[in-house]
C-alpha cells in the first residue's frame, strides 16, 4: 500500500510568487488535513478537507491561502504571492474516519523555502 | 526581524535503557491521544494511540500511559535503540471546534551507544 504521497518534495519560490504544494492521501482515505511546521517545533494544524468540502479552516491564514479537495485528483495548497514568513515544511495527512476515530498517516512533507 | 525557534527538550539514554517521555495536554475535553515519532527529514510517524477511556494501553516495546486527572500522558520505550533517535510529539484529538489533531511541542530523544 502506497502511503500519503507529497509533490514536491522540495520548493524554492521567490516572494510574490504562487506555491502549489499536491497531496494524495491513502487509498480509501477520503480525509484530509495540512499542517505547517516550522525548525524546531510542533506541527500547527491548517486545514481539514474531505472530497469536494473543506470542514474545518480555522488555521489557515485568512488571505494568501487556500485548500481545495477535489472529486478526481489530489489535495491542493495554494499561496499565493509568497513571502519569507512562509518558508516552512508543509505536511499533510490522511485518514479513512477522520481524526476522531482513527490516526492520521502523514506524508513526508514540502518544504517551502522563499527566497 | 529575527525569529527564533523553540528549543526542543532533550532526553538522552543508554542504548538498552528504558525510556519515557511525558507530555502535557491542554484540553480537558480531548478523547483520543497518539503517540508520533519524527525523524530528520520525514513526516510523523504513528507509534501507539488511546482512547479517554483508558490508562494504559501496550504495543511493541511501547507503553502509553494516561493520566486524566492532570492531563498527563507518557510513552515509555523499553529497551532503547539506536533507531528509536527522533523527535517525539504528543497529540490530542479535540472534539471542540471541529474534531482536529493538535500536536504537542515534540520531545527530542537521543540514543548513545
Known amino acids: 500500500n502506497a502511503g500519503v504521497m507529497q509533490n514536491p518534495r522540495h520548493l524554492v519560490r521567490r516572494r510574490g510568487q504562487e506555491a502549489r504544494l499536491r497531496c494524495s492521501p491513502m487509498k480509501g482515505h477520503s480525509h484530509v488535513y495540512w499542517y505547517r511546521q516550522l525548525p524546531e517545533e510542533g506541527l500547527k494544524f491548517m486545514v481539514y478537507l474531505q472530497k469536494e468540502n473543506i470542514i474545518d479552516e480555522s488555521g489557515m491564514p485568512k488571505e494568501r491561502f487556500s485548500a481545495e479537495f477535489p472529486k478526481e485528483g489530489p489535495s491542493i495548497l495554494r499561496i499565493q504571492q509568497v513571502v519569507r514568513g512562509d518558508s516552512a515544511a508543509y505536511f499533510c495527512?490522511?485518514?479513512?474516519?477522520?481524526?476522531?476515530?482513527?490516526?492520521?498517516?502523514f506524508g513526508n512533507g514540502t518544504r517551502l523555502t522563499v527566497t | 526581524g529575527e525569529s527564533v525557534g523553540l528549543h526542543l527538550p532533550t532526553l538522552s539514554v543508554q542504548e538498552g535503557d528504558n525510556s519515557i517521555i511525558n507530555c502535557a495536554y491542554s484540553?480537558?475535553?480531548?478523547?483520543?491521544f497518539i503517540w508520533y515519532k519524527q525523524e530528520s527529514g520525514k513526516g510523523p510517524q504513528f507509534i501507539i494511540d488511546i482512547r479517554s477511556n483508558m490508562d494504559k494501553r501496550q504495543g511493541q516495546r511501547v507503553t502509553v500511559l494516561l493520566n486524566k486527572t492532570v492531563k498527563h500522558l507518557s510513552l515509555q520505550i523499553a529497551a532503547t535503540q539506536p533507531g528509536d533517535s527522533a523527535v517525539y510529539f504528543c497529540?490530542?484529538?479535540?472534539?471542540?471546534?471541529?474534531?482536529?489533531?493538535?500536536f504537542g511541542a515534540g520531545t527530542i530523544l537521543r540514543v548513545k551507544s
Open positions: 495527512a490522511s485518514s479513512p474516519q477522520g481524526s476522531y476515530n482513527s490516526p492520521l498517516h
Open positions: 497529540a490530542e484529538n479535540t472534539p471542540l471546534g471541529g474534531n482536529k489533531l493538535v
Open positions: 484540553n480537558s475535553a480531548s478523547d483520543y
